[in-house]
């Protein structure tokens, strides 16, 4: 079956990096594009974008431009999320989803806590 | 970009009742859009896409209308583990952007 697994949960300082995983399994890696969506504490699904797991090409949401890299290693059917100059504001759940349109499958989610 | 606003926010129901949550685009998106139920501390679940398509596995209290602006997810009689955030999402075109989510609750 088709699987999302995510990396752990993440405690970074402000100006920091992370790197978010997602493993996926049960399907072929490069037949389904792989999207990221956000959810701040609290907070609604925000969709910040998604990535060509087929060619590599990323798109980005507004608002998730600059700071925020999607990018892929095929070789194990992973994709990665990661996010630079880390602020305080960017303390969210994140989650990986499959498919381009509608998402059938999500990962389990990855918490990161930015603070000092 | 296409705005989605749902609504209510928030509402209350008693066991069996019937509930309506109404989303709207501010442009046509065909039948482009997609419902998903998040329980509180999970992972949002897709319940219909199409607009009114039921995922494999939902069970059929769950129901979608609509076309163009204007979009209704009914959960025809209301159950205690429905209760949860519901949200919708368009897939017309990117961004594929989601509703404010309406949060559902037993009075």
């Known amino acids: 079956q088709v699987q999302l697994v995510q990396s752990g949960s993440e405690l970074r300082e402000p100006g920091a990096s992370v790197k978010v995983s997602c493993k996926a399994s049960?399907?072929?890696?490069?037949?389904?594009?792989m999207n990221w969506v956000r959810q701040a504490p609290g907070q609604g699904l925000e969709w910040m974008g998604w990535?060509?797991?087929?060619?590599?090409?990323?798109t980005y949401a507004q608002g998730f431009t600059g700071r925020f890299v999607f990018s892929l290693d095929t070789s194990v059917s992973t994709a990665y999320l990661q996010i630079s100059s880390l602020k305080a504001e960017d303390t969210a759940v994140y989650y990986c989803?499959?498919?381009?349109?509608?998402?059938?499958?999500w990962g389990q989610g990855t918490l990161v806590t930015v603070s000092s | 970009d296409i705005q989605m606003t749902q609504s209510p926010s928030s509402l209350s129901a008693s066991v069996g009742d019937r509930v309506t949550i109404t989303c709207r685009a501010s442009?046509?998106?065909?039948?482009?859009l997609a419902w998903y139920q998040q329980k509180p501390g999970k992972v949002p679940k897709l319940l219909i896409y199409?607009?009114?398509t039921l995922q494999s596995g939902v069970p059929s209290r769950f129901g979608g209308s609509g076309s163009g602006t204007d979009f209704t997810l009914t959960i025809s009689s209301l159950q205690p583990e429905d209760v949860a955030t519901y949200y919708c999402?368009?897939?017309?075109?990117?961004?594929?952007?989601f509703g404010q989510g309406t949060k559902v609750e037993i009075k």
């Open positions: 989803a499959k498919d381009p349109r509608y998402f059938r499958e």
């Open positions: 049960g399907y072929t890696f490069t037949s389904h594009a």
């Open positions: 990535i060509n797991t087929n060619t590599g090409n990323p």
């Open positions: 442009q046509g998106i065909s039948t482009y």
């Open positions: 199409a607009a009114s």
């Open positions: 999402q368009k897939y017309n075109s990117a961004p594929l952007t």
